[in-house]
């Protein structure tokens, strides 16, 4: 390899700048934030990477399509603020995308740079941009005169707190309901604090409510007012309840004490803060901990599980490596924290003592199959290959499907059988007039990106629904 | 937001019944629910049942029993004060229609969620015998307003300080042995008391409810906490519940789920009660 670092030359440095970040040995006992951003300089190394290309294939990667480039060169100028405006221009929430977008998948997976080396790191370059914004003092948001309609946006996770902002600027009045004591949904109560701090998750709400927008927390809709009424009080109604309901195996032993969801086990942890002496929240605290699944939740519930004391946790997850959908940056810092992982492995059986305690996780071997009909080769078990793994705390993040509390008493919202709702792509309209959807609670459980693309579009669609009314 | 205390007093030793300013749950509550309450930010949520309403007024009343330390904190607040959050109300609401005569048997604080059911029974037409007990007169609670609410009102006491001196499920199996005939119990109290009620009810051809307790997080269905197995099945106690049909409820489980906390519990009560002696709180 050429060796490239430090050259100005053609703007193409090899190497990305590295993120400055804590220790593993230091982070796995705090739950301060593992990355720690980019400086100045490492910004400025970091953009001038960029090759500022005419026809920028990393823009098609982005679910809401940032002007990259655009973004990239002010940095490259020191024109920070000019960056962070055109950022938010199509991205409402670039310290929580920075920090947590699948990079790897999106944006940067179509950098032209990434064909011979690695990509420009356009997260970070996005984290330092939004960083430096909120240092600096957020601009006032501006909002356009209002139009006399009241929109309602129920869920305050990304897709309700984009489509709310969207709508405020516009000059519609929108109240968002959630049911929780905390808005923001998942990145509130899901991902932890050491991967997104609350703090920015709360600016961003503080933000939104600067526009005018009205947050009734320990709201329930489905319990509170239906959604039928909500369409009676409202010129419009925005769905973006997630897919908060947690699924669980189905296995012998699963509701022995110490078994949680991940729901249940990162709502404890973050949203309560049970790894604050100062809150009243109980959580378990494990010696050997065994986590299930192999996406971002089971990374979180692992790292959050270490965090809080655990001598051993491992990752059982029944497909290879390559095939977890967690973040790749994500995988990384678990193994760097010390996490096992157990590949190819599926639990069986949970095993407990007689005062009910889970005492283990019996596990089987598995192999990769056959191709299926996605062309994914599925795991099959290998006869004979169970073990024990002992466990006093076992969380299961196999997955969400959307809460059904929304649709009590309230008909004509068509669903899919999985529980998501039927919305069109580009606008969010569902089968009931006046209500848009968008989010987990559309797609089941994906990400921030997407979640906040469609609230943008779902916006877009509302305001257009509200001026033909 | 905050949720202010508009009466507080103490009705029985350690148990106490509070009035709430919560229009938006007033308005949509029905017997059988209940609401999800935090004192302060580093508060945890604690479900109580939902003990009177008024749609009008926009009030809620909870009764509640000093246990651990929400609730001995909760028991320090006092009118004029208020609590961070109050959400509700939560669960499937009970099932209330016309069914002939229905018997409701409640126990220590179970007592509380019985008097809207007796109300709720009474105004769908049915004759509603309510047993009410506890370990002692001095700890019985709405003898008054159950007395108002329903046909007939039965008292039970361990020590016999009132009424009979044994167990209200003593009375509840003489109305049933007497062949009155009774389309339904409603059984709720400490999960011990509920499970010997069922397994006194369960010869009898009468349909038998009890109100689950499990230990709750959100009361919506996202976290899993509060599962039962009923009939062979995990259900959510929040959202499913928290009234099963007695016959299909793993009590056993029930009770172990509810012993998760046991030692941190009662850590928690020491350190609050150390903290409280230096009178600063
Ligand atoms: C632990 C974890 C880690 C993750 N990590 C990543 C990551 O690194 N990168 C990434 O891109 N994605 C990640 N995801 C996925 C991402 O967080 C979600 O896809 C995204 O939050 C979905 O947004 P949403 O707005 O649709 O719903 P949510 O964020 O789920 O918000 C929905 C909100 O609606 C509220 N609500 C539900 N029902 C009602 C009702 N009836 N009335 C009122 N309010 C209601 C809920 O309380 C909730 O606050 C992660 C998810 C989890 C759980
Ligand atoms: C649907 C429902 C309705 C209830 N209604 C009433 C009521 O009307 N009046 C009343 O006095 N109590 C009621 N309870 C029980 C009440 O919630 C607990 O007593 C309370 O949470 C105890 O909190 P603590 O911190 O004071 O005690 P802790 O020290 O936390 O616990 C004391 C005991 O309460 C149980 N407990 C702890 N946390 C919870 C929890 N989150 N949910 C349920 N039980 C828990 C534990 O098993 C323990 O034995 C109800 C519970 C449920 C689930
Ligand atoms: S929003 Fe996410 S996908 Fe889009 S450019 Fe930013 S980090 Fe990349
Ligand atoms: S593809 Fe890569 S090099 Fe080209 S504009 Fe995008 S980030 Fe810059
Ligand atoms: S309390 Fe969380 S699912 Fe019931």
Redesign the pocket.
């Known amino acids: 390899m050429q060796e490239l670092h430090g050259e100005k030359t053609g703007n193409a440095k090899k190497e990305r700048t590295p993120m400055p970040e804590q220790p593993a040995e230091e982070r796995r006992k705090n739950f301060n934030e593992v990355t720690l951003g980019y400086t100045k300089e490492d910004a400025l190394a970091e953009a001038s990477r960029c090759l500022t290309c005419k026809d920028p294939k990393c823009v098609e990667g982005c679910p809401v399509n940032v002007d990259i480039p655009g973004f990239i060169k002010m940095v490259c100028e020191e024109n920070f603020e000019g960056a962070i405006e055109r950022i938010k221009a199509t991205n409402a929430l670039p310290a929580i995308c920075g920090r ?3 990079q790897e998948t999106q944006c940067e997976a179509r950098c032209v740079l990434g064909k011979k080396g690695q990509p420009v790191a356009i997260g970070r370059l996005e984290r330092f941009c939004a960083d430096y914004e909120h240092e600096k003092g957020v601009k006032s948001p501006e909002a356009m005169p209002p139009t006399g309609k009241k929109v309602a946006v ?7 707190l984009t489509a709310a902002a969207d709508l405020a600027k516009l000059g519609h009045k929108v109240t968002i ?4 004591h905390k808005a ?4 509130s109560y ?2 932890p604090e050491f991967r997104l701090p609350k703090e920015i998750v709360q600016q961003e709400v503080e933000y939104i409510e600067k526009l005018g927008v009205e947050v009734k927390p320990n ?4 319990r509170i007012k239906t959604l039928d009424e909500l369409c009676d009080d409202f010129d419009a109604v925005f769905l ?5 309901l947690p699924n669980f195996m189905g296995i012998e032993g699963e509701n022995f004490n110490g078994v949680y969801s ?1 729901n249940e086990f ?1 709502t404890r942890v973050n949203l309560m803060k049970a790894y604050d002496p100062e809150y009243d929240t109980m959580v378990r605290l494990g010696k050997n901990v065994v986590v299930v699944g192999g996406g ?2 089971a990374m ?1 519930a692992a790292r959050s599980a270490l965090r809080l004391g655990a001598e051993e946790v491992s990752i059982v997850y029944r497909r290879g490596e390559d095939e977890m959908p967690a ?1 790749r940056e994500e995988v990384e810092h678990a193994k760097e924290e010390g996490i096992t992982f157990r590949l190819l492995t599926n639990p069986v059986r949970i095993l407990g003592d007689e005062k009910f305690n889970v005492t283990g996780v019996e596990c089987i071997k598995m192999e990769l199959g056959e191709p299926d009909k996605s062309g994914r080769r599925s795991p099959v078990p290998v006869e004979g290959s169970e073990f024990l793994v002992p466990a006093d705390v076992v969380v299961i993040a196999i997955g969400t499907s959307p ?1 059904p ?2 649709f009590k008493g309230s008909e004509g919202l068509e669903q899919n059988r999985r529980g998501t709702v039927v919305a069109d792509e580009e606008t969010g309209a569902t089968s009931k007039c006046g209500v848009f959807a968008g ?3 559309v797609t089941g ?5 997407s ?1 906040m693309g469609a609230g943008k579009k779902a916006a877009k669609a509302i305001d257009e629904y509200l001026k033909e009314k | 937001m905050a949720y202010r205390i508009l009466e507080k007093e103490e009705i029985a030793p350690s148990v106490h019944r509070m009035v709430i300013d919560a229009p938006d749950v007033a308005k949509a509550a029905k017997a059988g629910q209940f609401i999800i309450l935090r004192i302060d930010e580093r508060g945890e949520r604690v479900p109580l049942t939902i003990a009177d309403f008024e749609s009008e007024k926009g009030t809620v009343t909870v009764i509640y029993q000093e246990m651990g330390k929400t609730t001995k904190q909760l028991a320090k607040l006092s009118a004029g004060d208020s609590l961070e959050d109050f959400v509700g109300p939560l669960g499937t609401p009970a099932d209330v229609r016309k069914l002939g005569t229905v018997i409701l048997v409640g126990g220590g604080v179970g007592v509380a969620p019985i008097y809207p059911q007796a109300k709720a029974y009474t105004n769908a037409g049915n004759k509603v015998i309510s047993i009410i007990g506890a370990r002692n007169k001095d700890l019985l609670i709405l003898e008054d307003e159950l007395e108002k609410a329903s046909s007939e009102l039965y008292i039970a006491t361990d020590d016999g300080s009132k009424g009979h001196h044994g167990f209200v499920t003593d009375i509840m199996k003489r109305i049933l042995d007497s062949g009155e005939k009774v389309a339904r119990v409603v059984i709720i109290g400490p999960p011990i008391m509920m499970k010997v009620g069922a397994g006194v009810a369960f010869p009898y051809d009468v349909e038998i409810l009890v109100s689950l307790n499990a230990i709750m997080v959100d009361g919506t269905g996202m976290c899993g906490g509060c599962r039962v197995t009923v009939d062979g099945e995990t259900k959510f106690t929040c959202v499913d519940g928290p009234e099963f049909d007695a016959r299909k409820v793993d009590f056993v489980q029930l009770m172990n789920r509810l012993a998760m906390y046991r030692g941190e519990e009662a850590k928690a009560v020491e350190n609050y009660e150390d903290k409280c002696k230096c009178g600063l709180h």
């Open positions: 947590v977008c699948p129920v869920g305050s996770g990304p897709a309700g309901f959630e049911s929780l923001g949904g998942v990145l899901g991902i709201y329930i809709i489905g973006g309840t997630g897919a908060g991940a990162l971002n939740v979180d973040r809460n509390i929304i989010g987990d609670i459980a994906a990400t921030v990106i979640a």
